[in-house]
């Protein structure tokens, strides 16, 4: 949307003061138009006869003319009062290109994609910066989908013992780094004793290196036995 700019003594100055009141209208209307247009003040002479209802449109742009606040301008008008005062096309067009980038990022943000959040106002952004390109342009990688063609075993993850005593698998919902793929990831996850996994595939590796110290039982598939963990059954 834009507007029409209009000083607080415009309406006082003497030559439009002179006119009469339905002229005075007839310009402002102009001035919208040409806004909404982004026309940069030049109007069309068809064009008056959309957006005016002045019954006596001849007369009227003849006197807004003669007054020196209309041009000819071929097959049309071009306003000279008040259009140093409004946006230029270029201004207009940049202000809705802004505006539909905003809507952009609010839908988005609503269906719960955050890549284009400012972390000053989005806490999900806020979680994870590495992966938000208003914080880091160069990164646009989905922060919820590892992956899949990382071979097994060659990440650079660290050793679950290493970070305490194990746990039964549980559900993670927010953003950690895998100890295999060293990838962040926000969403559902592996969990156990402090380690973070961000897919079956890692916890399949990473089950091999310790079956033990994760889960007692492991004649059970990892699939199953996880979502007997969310379902609260015994892991």
């Known amino acids: 949307m834009t507007w029409v700019k209009l000083d607080d003594n415009a309406l006082d100055d003497p030559t439009f003061v002179g006119l009469e009141r339905g002229v005075r209208l007839l310009h402002l209307e102009a001035l919208a138009w040409s806004n909404r247009h982004a026309a940069g003040g030049r109007v069309p002479a068809q064009a008056a006869l959309r957006f005016t209802d002045e019954l006596g449109l001849d007369t009227a742009i003849d006197a807004l003319a003669d007054a020196g606040l209309w041009e000819a301008d071929g097959d049309g008008y071009r306003l000279v009062w008040l259009l140093d005062d409004q946006p230029t096309p270029e201004?207009?067009?940049?202000t809705r290109t802004r505006n539909r980038n905003k809507q952009?990022?609010?839908?988005?943000?609503?269906?719960?994609?955050?890549?284009?959040?400012?972390?000053?106002?989005?806490?999900a952004a806020a979680r994870n910066p590495v992966t938000n390109p208003v914080t880091n342009p160069g990164s646009n990688d989905s922060?919820?989908?590892?992956?899949?063609?990382?071979?097994?075993?060659?990440?650079?993850?660290?050793?679950?013992?290493?970070?305490?005593?194990?746990?039964?698998?549980?559900?993670?919902?927010r953003s950690r780094a895998c100890v295999r793929c060293q990838r962040d990831f926000l969403g559902l996850g592996y969990g156990?004793?402090?380690?973070?996994?961000?897919?079956?595939?890692?916890?399949?590796?990473?089950?091999?290196?310790?079956?033990?110290?994760?889960?007692?039982?492991?004649?059970?598939?990892v699939?199953?036995?996880?979502?007997?963990?969310v379902e609260g059954g015994p892991a």
């Open 91 to 94: 201004e207009i067009e940049a």
């Open 104 to 123: 952009r990022r609010h839908r988005n943000h609503l269906r719960g994609d955050h890549a284009g959040c400012d972390p000053k106002w989005c806490k």
């Open 143 to 173: 922060p919820t989908r590892p992956d899949p063609t990382l071979p097994v075993g060659e990440g650079e993850g660290t050793r679950g013992d290493d970070f305490g005593p194990p746990g039964p698998i549980v559900a993670l919902q």
């Open 192 to 221: 156990s004793g402090g380690v973070a996994l961000c897919s079956s595939r890692c916890l399949d590796a990473w089950l091999a290196t310790d079956p033990p110290a994760l889960i007692e039982d492991d004649s059970a598939d």
């Open 223 to 229: 699939g199953e036995r996880y979502l007997r963990s």
